[in-house]
């Protein structure tokens, strides 16, 4: 059996209580060798949960690890991950990326600097059922769709809080509804925004083969949260629900496309992608500032 990957994780929030870390520490492809993070209360807090050591420096973590993931704030990410990347470690990133496009841009070139690979938390990338209706997309070749990314996280709970009611919708949850337009439908070149981000965001998207789509933004809606994807054509049509995840099956994909980048292999959900959708959340907030 092939010795399992040896990560470190940073951060101590609710994400990574609930879900990095655990999903990590299950295994069996990978092992959480411990945490770290800048409060060291809340480090050993989250530790104790998840039945692993603190570590009282990032050095530490460092030395006892092959990858490092993330589960911090858009503004702490850079700083850690560039150093985490000059350390030589395989990143497992939180999107956004960072809290504007420089600091995106920085991990990605680091990480191409150190000659690291990268892998980014687009949760919906790791969804076993993506690749057929990916298949059904480039087949039905589409001329339009719709996307959205609607919940109630900001009416309270664990994210209402920080820099998510500071940015709003567009900088939490856009990363993941425009990647999925841009995984069925090609990628972005223009979009058009209206909206509040801390209320409800529209946007029209253009895709590099013409097709247009839409995307809908938003946290403080009193329902069920839902994530969908609809494309169609003339030759037909398809759909994507994101609450049809098995999150089992999604824990373990995570786990093994994590491995396979430490080894060697690209992944879509890297760096460099993160960097692009950066950029349109960039230009998204800025017309909505406008």
């Known amino acids: 059996m092939t010795k399992p990957l040896a990560v470190g994780l940073i951060g101590a929030g609710p994400w990574a209580r609930t879900m990095t870390g655990p999903v990590l520490a299950a295994g069996p492809q990978t092992r959480l060798t411990g945490l770290w993070s800048p409060t060291a ?10 039945d692993v050591p603190s570590f009282h420096d990032l050095d530490t973590l460092l030395d006892s690890c092959e ?3 993330f589960a911090v704030t858009p503004a702490a990410q ?8 000059g350390a030589g470690k395989t990143l497992l990133l939180e999107k956004p990326l960072a809290d504007d496009v420089d600091g995106a841009r920085a991990i990605a070139d680091a990480a191409r600097d150190a000659g690291v690979r990268t892998l980014v938390m687009l949760t919906y990338r790791f969804d076993p059922r993506l690749p057929a209706f990916l298949a059904e997309a480039a087949r039905i070749e589409p001329i339009g769709g719709r996307g959205c990314f609607i919940s109630g996280a900001f009416l309270g709970g664990p994210y209402a809080l920080g820099w998510r009611l500071e940015r709003g919708a ?15 439908m090609g990628d972005i070149v223009a979009v058009q925004a209206a909206g509040d981000p801390l209320g409800w965001v529209s946007v029209n998207c253009t895709h590099a083969s013409g097709a247009t789509s839409s995307a809908s933004m938003s946290c403080r809606a009193a329902t069920e ?3 969908e994807v609809e494309i169609y054509s003339p030759r037909g049509a398809a759909r994507y629900d994101g609450r049809a995840v098995d999150r089992e099956a ?27 959708l950066q950029e349109l959340v960039a230009d998204i907030e800025r017309q909505l500032r406008c």
């Open 225 to 227: 949260s839902r994530t």
């Open 78 to 85: 850079p700083a850690l991950a560039t150093r985490a990347a």
């Open 67 to 69: 990858a490092v993931a």
């Open 250 to 276: 999604r824990a373990d994909r995570i786990r093994s496309d994590l491995v396979a980048v430490a080894r060697g292999a690209d992944h879509p959900a890297n760096a460099a992608r993160a960097v692009h």
């Open 170 to 184: 567009v900088l939490d949850i856009g990363p993941h509804v425009l990647d999925m337009l841009e995984a069925a």
């Open 41 to 50: 209360a809340h480090a050993q807090d989250a530790a104790t949960a998840l």
